[in-house]
């Protein structure tokens, strides 16, 4: 899982088997090891209708109905969007890029664009 940050939006992308495990179990961690403290992100499922997210302490949590996880899980959906107060959030398939990169894709989903060169 990984997720990006850029002034008022947070977005997570997850690979295939992340996809399975959070529609089988409901819920995902990471964790970022920093020389004294641990950044932990996480996505869990929510009763509430809306994407929404926490932040306390050295957690940033992605609280995601189950309706969503279960879309996201069992269909071709490629993502969600929400907004909490001024944050904007999206959390979405990671597909293999079309550039060359040495960073391991092999769990990505394979990129719509690439069948069409």
Known sequence: ???RIKANSVRYRLTRPEVATLGATGSL????????KT???AIVTTTDNTLS????GNRIVLNMPKAMIDELAGTDTVGFS??????KLLV???????DHTDEDQSDN?????LSCQ
Do not use: R, S, W
């Open 29 to 36: 961690e990471a964790h970022t090891e920093f020389a004294h």
């Open 92 to 98: 979405e398939k990671d597909f293999a890029c079309i």
């Open 39 to 41: 950044l932990v992100y």
């Open 82 to 87: 929400g907004e909490t107060g001024n944050l």
């Open 1 to 3: 899982m990984k997720i």
């Open 53 to 56: 997210a926490d932040f306390v």
């Open 109 to 113: 989903y394979p990129n719509p664009q």
